[in-house]
């Protein structure tokens, strides 16, 4: 089934601010917070478009950027630390409000995007729109997740192009891909209630992944180009994802 893609919407931006998690209320107004799981094995250019595409697309108050400790991934190389610490590296000149939320790290096992959707209700509330974003590869998994269907009824589920990843044709299997479509809104509806829809970033277009990160590192071929220099100078310093070390 075919996804249809969704329209850009406007600008938004915030002064960065890293530390404990906010309470997500601005001036009255319910806030639309952002959510960007991932295993940052490590973070990379990538990550940060996802983030920057969402908040512009929806504006958003805030980002919550939370390291995952992954079950359908064999053994990370980087440590939980080493992959929050980066996390934290990345996004701290974004121009909005960042905070790495360590709930799932913190929790010592490996976790299920439910449970922490669940546990971000109960911390922030029932009204809070909480939007979680992921890109096409993900999407194309979707009904491999733990209790998948109860994601929508905690969040929207807010999807980036990736190139190799299409968002039609028999990659997207076809239960996700009906209730992806049946909740298909415009991005700007996102913020003003707090889950059940979903949007596409139609446009996003950054070819890069961890693995390949990893596996230039490992052959010593140059990385710059493809993540933050505040990281690759954390990678140097730890000696990470090299094969000689
Ligand atoms: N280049 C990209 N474009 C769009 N979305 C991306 C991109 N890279 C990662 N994402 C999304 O970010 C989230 C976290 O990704 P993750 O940390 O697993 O990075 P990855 O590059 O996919 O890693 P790996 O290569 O190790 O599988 C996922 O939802 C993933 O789809
Ligand atoms: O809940 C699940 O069963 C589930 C299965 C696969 C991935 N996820 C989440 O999807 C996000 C990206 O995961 P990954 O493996 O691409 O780093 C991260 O937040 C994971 O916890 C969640």
Known sequence: MALRLAARGR????????????APRL???TACVLLLGGSFDPVHNGHLALGRAFVQLLGAAELRVIPAVPWQKSAL???????????ALAFADEPYRVVVDRQEIDRGRPTYTVETLRALRTQLGATVPLCFLMGADQLQRL??????RDLFTLAHLCV???PGFTL??????????AEFTARLAAPQRLCGQPAGL????PDLAVDVSSTAIRTALEN??????LIPAPVLDYIEQHKLYKKYN
């Open 160 to 162: 980036a192009t990736r």
């Open 27 to 29: 001036a009255g107004v």
């Open 143 to 148: 009904d491999t997740w733990h209790a998948w």
């Open 11 to 22: 600008l938004g931006g915030k002064p960065a601010v890293h530390g404990l998690p906010a």
């Open 220 to 225: 010593g071929i140059d990385a710059g180009s």
């Open 198 to 201: 979903t949007c596409i970033a």
């Open 168 to 177: 039609d044709g028999p990659d997207v299997p076809r239960a996700v891909a």
């Open 77 to 87: 190389v980087a440590t939980a630390q080493q992959r929050a610490d980066m996390a």
